[in-house]
């Protein structure tokens, strides 16, 4: 599956921001997706995840109850909402996928196929 992460953008502090990943070759209804993000100079972190079946999601403390993934799989995309934004928010956000799992998994070896990366600034 090809995957291809979109509408990053330079947002200022509170501002929301939607993410799409558009994926190809596969349909999306057979994996589980994740979001993971690389702030400069850190660590690629895990941000949200979802089920294949749409089930079940998880989401870093940080994240909870501002952002929100959701899975299309009439038009293939899972989508991230991001709003309350906060300059610690500033990372590029990867897209990843994997097939079908019981669980959304937070770490990156287990997803097989990643998007190229959005950048997200948000400004203070």
């Known amino acids: 599956v090809q995957l291809q992460a979109s509408g990053g953008g330079l947002v200022q502090t509170g501002s929301s921001l939607g993410l799409s990943c558009a994926a190809s070759?596969?349909?999306?209804?057979?994996?589980?997706v994740g979001w993971f993000r690389r702030a400069p100079g850190k660590e690629r972190e895990f941000v949200a995840g979802i089920t294949w079946n749409g089930a079940m999601t998880h989401y870093v403390d940080s994240v909870r109850g501002r952002f929100t993934i959701s899975k299309a799989n009439t038009d293939n995309t899972v989508y991230l909402r991001m709003s309350s934004l906060k300059p610690e928010d500033t990372a590029v956000y990867y897209c990843a996928a994997r097939t079908r799992g019981t669980s959304v998994y937070t770490y990156r070896e287990a997803y097989n196929y990643w998007g190229q990366g959005t950048q997200v600034t948000v400004s203070s």
């Open positions: 070759g596969h349909t999306l209804s057979n994996y589980n």
